[in-house]
């Protein structure tokens, strides 16, 4: 039943995303709504297809309802195969042991079982933490090419942030020969993505090793990765210079969102090429009224706008009603903005009500300052 | 009881009043509002009735629908236990001619063996030039309740009805039938319009396409007209909103209701209980730009807006440039409309192409139709 793979994938989807506050608390941040149809884990997904894997493990830990319902059998990404295809690998109870994930190369490690059924030549390991569109064929082929035993995909990042990385140190040829994970003082600013492709043999070897190690937090940028070039192994960094953001933040997030729209918008999710795909579901077209008024904005199907929408991305079902204003704000799915109310510089999660009359957030408050309503919200208008 | 009765959906037996838009498709795979095709209406009403066996007949140019209905999965219909099936002419060993469909009891006919092998306890039959939201469910249990032989879905007509050719009008007193008639134009005696939903048992439709073959009628309808005095045939009047697509001129106009009219758009899409299902595509959400103006329109997903659209239906992938001016128009998936260029009471079929700058303008009465795939 099992036939043997070239390369799989292997997506650590368990991430609970603290610092989106309430946008996690009850789902992880994979499953987090992005760009009017997406959610941060399409982006993935999606690459795997767009660059020929169709064998992906997608490893799920906390609060995994919603992402299990998303990602479901796969099919929005043609990943639902007779042979491969998307499998969710959950933490499990075992004979012996029965563990949680307890970093990402201990998840890793105990699905090691999942691995080899494929029989892969190469292992590509992956976060569901990033917006940004790759053809990981090009990152195996240079992999290939450089006969490394693993390769660590890297963008350029300003010099001022490159201490929140790991960064990798490489020779002119691209061969890594130190990483530092956070360093107070980067040598350079070429960051690690938390994309890795090992050669299998060498990956199942070195989690082996790593899970025998009793002092190690079992994480591959901070174990893993060094062990390998403690042992003279030939890693490799692979630069990627596309568009990349992690949105690990409130800020990031709303940020990352807005790059989407504007005159030449920074991330174009219109382009066919490496298309990003979703679930898309029959919701009615969008309709607007006779005194709406939208400027450079995202608006998907099931929206009805009869107010003002502007500098904005909607999800599916949001209804903006007449004499309602939304300003540089992200609405996820089915948000009803009521008569007159007005929302600025926010992320208003799903199925919320702003009811009439209400203010949210602040005309121009910036990145810094979003406000954030949680999902089921209802906020009034306050007395005068 | 659920999956009690089965679905037969005739796709095309009026094509000749549509000639413009059905030039390459079947009537039931027709564009309507934004993303849909006409017979997504059907099935959609089926689906939501829990109707699991659905049957299309399909005889005229169904390439279109074939491609958009797919495996069913778009509508949950392709589950072990639903499905949905094609019937098409077909050439047979017991006679050397192959009948064409071109009547609705042609095709029953040619079903009859199986037909005989339906398992539920009613039939449910649809055209799909008439759009609407019906809870099917509903005009079942009123069949089931009333003990009819046919129960047929109508709705209200007056003298603002017109039709290119004879559909089928009735009286009835207190829901039944007593006179039944073939006509184009409202006639006081006939105040209520067949909308080509007939609910009956599977045993009596059996049992009518049985007398047609001994009586060597071809047409349900004549069929129908001449038992209706001796057989209890009952109307189910619907009240909501229903686009009766019988011309080119009525298919413009309804669009233009749906675009205008909240109580259309409530009645037709947005029911919570009963939605609407399609064939989905992965598509990006549509893109306004800074400048655009858009007012009283339907637009579907991965349209980009730059200029200004008003009063319009709005499918998939168009592209309205800047400065463009869109109004009382009905664009189909793939238009593109150059910077600058004009349109007025203007239907594009799929992919066409308005090069900058180019002014077009129909009339409310008589609408332009710009052919697929055409470039100005």
């Keep these: 039943m099992y036939c043997k793979k070239e390369c799989i994938a292997m997506l650590l989807a368990g991430g609970q995303g603290s610092r989106l506050y309430d946008l996690t608390k009850q789902i992880a941040k994979p499953a987090v709504s992005f760009g009017g149809k997406y959610k941060i884990i399409d982006f993935p997904l999606s690459n795997c297809i767009n660059s020929g894997i169709d064998t992906v493990g997608v490893l799920t830990q906390y609060q995994p309802l919603a992402l299990n319902e998303y990602v479901a059998n796969g099919a929005p990404w043609d990943l639902d195969r007779m042979r491969g295809g998307l499998s969710v690998l959950p933490p499990y109870q075992g004979g012996k042991h029965s563990d949680w994930y307890k970093g990402t190369a201990n998840a890793i490690y105990q699905n090691i079982n999942f691995i080899k059924r494929y029989n892969p030549d190469y292992v590509l390991i992956l976060s569901g933490d990033h917006i940004y569109r790759m053809d990981y064929k090009l990152m195996l082929e240079q992999h290939k090419r450089t006969g490394a035993v693993c390769t660590v995909a890297t963008i350029t990042v300003p010099m001022e942030e490159a201490s929140r990385f790991g960064i990798c140190n490489t020779n002119p040829d691209g061969s890594i020969y130190e990483f530092e994970e956070k360093p107070k003082q980067p040598k350079n600013n070429q960051a690690s993505m938390g994309i890795y492709i090992f050669s299998t043999k060498t990956l199942i070897e070195y989690l082996e090793a790593d899970e025998a190690d009793e002092n190690s937090s079992n994480d591959f940028g901070k174990n893993i990765i060094p062990n390998l070039l403690n042992n003279g192994e030939k890693l490799y960094s692979y630069k990627f210079d596309g568009y990349w953001k992690d949105v690990g933040t409130i800020s990031s997030l709303w940020e990352a969102n807005m790059d989407l729209i504007g005159e030449e918008p920074i991330l174009n999710l219109a382009e066919k090429k490496l298309r990003i795909y979703s679930k898309n579901t029959a919701r009615a077209p969008q309709y607007v009224g006779a005194k709406a008024k939208i400027s450079n904005s995202l608006i998907p199907e099931g929206c009805r706008i009869y107010g003002t929408v502007k500098n904005s991305i909607l999800s599916g079902g949001v209804i903006v009603e007449e004499g309602a204003v939304v300003s540089d704000s992200v609405i996820m799915d089915d948000v009803v903005i009521k008569k007159g109310a007005s929302v600025y510089t926010a992320i208003i999660d799903a199925d919320s009500i702003i009811e009439e009359g209400a203010v949210v957030g602040t005309d121009g408050a910036g990145k810094d300052n979003i406000t954030v309503i949680a999902s089921g919200s209802v906020v009034a208008a306050k007395k005068a | ?376």
């Excluded at chain 2, 009525?250 to 205008?260: H, P, T, V």
Aim: with cysteine; hydrophobic share 40%.
């Design chain 2, 1 to 376: 009881m659920a999956n009690s009765a089965a679905g037969i959906i005739f796709s095309s037996l009026n094509i000749n009043t549509l000639s413009r838009l059905t030039g390459d498709r079947t009537v039931a795979a027709i564009p309507f509002a934004c993303r849909y095709r006409l017979v997504d209406f059907c099935l959609s009403n089926m689906v939501n009735a829990n109707i699991s066996n659905i049957n299309i007949v399909a005889n005229y140019n169904y390439r279109s629908l074939l491609e958009h209905i797919g495996s069913g999965k778009d509508f949950d219909l392709a589950r072990r236990e639903s499905r949905v099936t094609f019937i098409s002419p077909f050439q047979s060993g017991a006679s050397a001619s192959s009948k064409m469909f071109s009547t609705h009891m042609e095709a029953l006919k040619s079903m009859r063996e199986y037909i005989n092998d339906f398992k539920e306890e009613y039939v449910v039959m649809m055209d799909s030039d008439n759009v609407l939201n019906i809870d099917v469910s509903e005009v079942i249990k009123s069949h089931e309740l009333t003990g009819a032989d046919i129960t047929i879905v109508t709705r209200a007509i007056d003298k603002s009805y017109s039709a290119k050719h004879p559909r089928m009008m009735l009286s009835s007193v207190a829901g039944k039938i007593t006179e039944l008639a073939l006509d184009s134009a409202y006639n006081e005696r006939y105040p209520e319009l067949s909308l080509g939903i007939f609910v009956m048992k599977t045993v009596y439709l059996r049992h009518l396409i049985s007398e047609a073959e001994a009586f060597g009628l071809n047409s349900l309808t004549q069929l129908m007209l001449k038992n209706c005095k001796s057989s209890n045939y009952r109307a189910y009047k619907y009240t909501g909103f229903v686009a009766s697509v019988s011309s080119f001129l009525d298919y413009y106009r309804y669009s233009m209701e749906l675009a205008k009219c909240e109580q259309a758009r409530e009645s037709l899409l947005w029911k919570k209980e009963a939605p609407i299902f399609t064939r989905v595509h992965n598509s990006a959400p549509t893109v306004y730009s800074a400048k655009a103006k858009v007012e009283s329109s339907m637009i579907a997903d991965d349209c980009v807006i730059e200029g200004t659209v008003i009063n319009s239906i709005i499918s998939r992938g168009v592209r309205v440039e800047a400065g463009a001016v869109v109004k009382n128009c009905v664009l189909f998936a793939g238009t593109r409309v150059g910077k600058k260029a004009s349109l007025n009471c203007i239907v594009t079929d799929k992919a066409v192409d308005i090069s900058d700058g180019v002014t077009l303008s129909g009339n409310e009465n008589m609408p332009f139709y710009i052919q697929k795939g055409r470039k100005i």
